[in-house]
């Protein structure tokens, strides 16, 4: 069993994605996939991006509000909801509330996602 806790100040900054983060122990031997916890910030944005290695990716929102964009489609998120990104399209979110926006993101790989 791998365990992980989460805590603010154990993310550290993701520049690429304009997100504080911390990456989790592997799942597994798959070579396409982890997680992450990520808090974006109030008035900030993650950048739009499309996952480089054609990664299927969930998002479990725990806190916080915002827009998630995925392709041309936007949608309201909050705590409790989740989004999947298939793979190759771009996506973003930005947190419009006034307080951090934490999530969990999984990915893995798009031979393992059609499955």
Do not use: C, I
């Not at 997680?35 to 290695?53: C, F, I």
């Not at 989004?83 to 790989?109: K, Q, T, Y």
């Amino acid at each position: 069993m791998l365990t992980h806790r989460w805590a603010d100040q154990d993310l550290s900054a993701e520049p690429d994605y304009n997100v504080r983060a911390g990456r989790l122990v592997r799942l597994g031997d798959e070579p396409y996939e982890g997680g992450a916890w990520v808090v974006v910030e109030p008035g900030d944005t993650m950048r739009r991006h499309v996952n480089p290695d054609g990664e299927s990716e969930m998002f479990f929102f725990v806190d916080g509000a915002g827009v998630m964009e995925v392709d041309t489609e936007k949608r309201r998120v909050s705590p409790g909801q989740t989004v999947l990104v298939p793979p190759g399209l771009p996506h973003s979110l930005h947190n419009d509330g006034d307080r951090p926006l934490r999530l969990l993101a999984l990915w893995w790989g798009a031979t393992v996602a059609a499955q």
